[in-house]
């Protein structure tokens, strides 16, 4: 099985909503990221975490919460989120992290829009 | 981090190869050079990683000098279904995943 998956696949909330997305991958991967992608712009790295442990946060406001509750599964909790916070949120994994830049297999996307 | 440039878009046509430039002029000694294809609303897809010299799999090569401050993605005979952002990565040293902005590749019939 090499598929990363996500849910919803749409999202639309108001801004004081709090939802959450999820990401599940069975490939034995140790490494998993989110990541936020506006229109016509590349994706930008937002959280990575290795062996379950968050090593990377890129100064992602606080509204934004990843949770890694086992190897398996990564959890976005949103709360209070603004309408400039919509957008197509990726999730990914690899192989391992911290070593060197591993492949990293991408989810479909969950489509995020706040109202 | 290194930082990388491309071409913002390109133009073919079906059956031609197709070459992607991408400058890295910072490339540090530990970095690979990583591409990925992405369609519209969907995730990015990993084409092809190298390290230096040639690298080829059966959708791509991937050329680098032996500076490596550059490298070239090469599509042989490209089909409409080609037609994609293609993004090229230098981890930076930092094993951050920074992508650049893209090159927008169309397929012409």
């Known amino acids: 099985d090499t598929e990363v998956t996500q849910t919803p696949k749409h999202l639309v909330m108001g801004m004081t909503n709090k939802k959450s997305l999820k990401c599940e991958q069975h490939m034995g991967h140790r490494a998993m990221y989110w990541y936020k992608q506006k229109a016509k712009k590349p994706p930008e790295l937002m959280f990575v975490?290795?062996?379950?442990?968050?090593?990377i946060n890129e100064s992602v406001p606080s509204r934004f919460s990843p949770e890694c509750p086992n190897s398996s599964l990564l959890n976005l909790h949103l709360h209070a989120l603004q309408p400039e916070d919509s957008a197509l949120y990726l999730c990914?994994?690899?192989?391992?992290?911290?070593?060197?830049?591993?492949?990293?297999?991408f989810g479909p996307g969950t489509r995020l829009t706040v109202l | 981090l290194a930082k990388t440039t491309q071409p913002i878009s390109m133009d073919s046509y079906e059956g031609q190869e197709v070459n992607i430039t991408c400058s890295h002029n910072n490339i540090a000694t530990n970095d690979y050079i990583t591409w990925y294809q992405q369609f519209p609303s969907q995730g990015p897809r990993f084409i092809i990683q190298g390290y230096k010299t040639k690298v080829t799999n059966e959708v791509a090569s991937l050329f680098i000098p032996a500076d490596r401050k550059s490298s070239t993605l090469s599509l042989p005979r490209v089909s409409l279904s080609d037609t994609a952002v293609y993004y090229c990565l230098v981890d930076g040293g930092s094993y951050i995943p920074t992508f650049g902005r893209g090159t927008s590749l169309i397929v012409h019939p």
């Open positions: 990914a994994s690899s192989q391992d992290w911290a070593r060197r830049l591993y492949e990293q297999f």
């Open positions: 975490y290795s062996y379950e442990k968050l090593s």
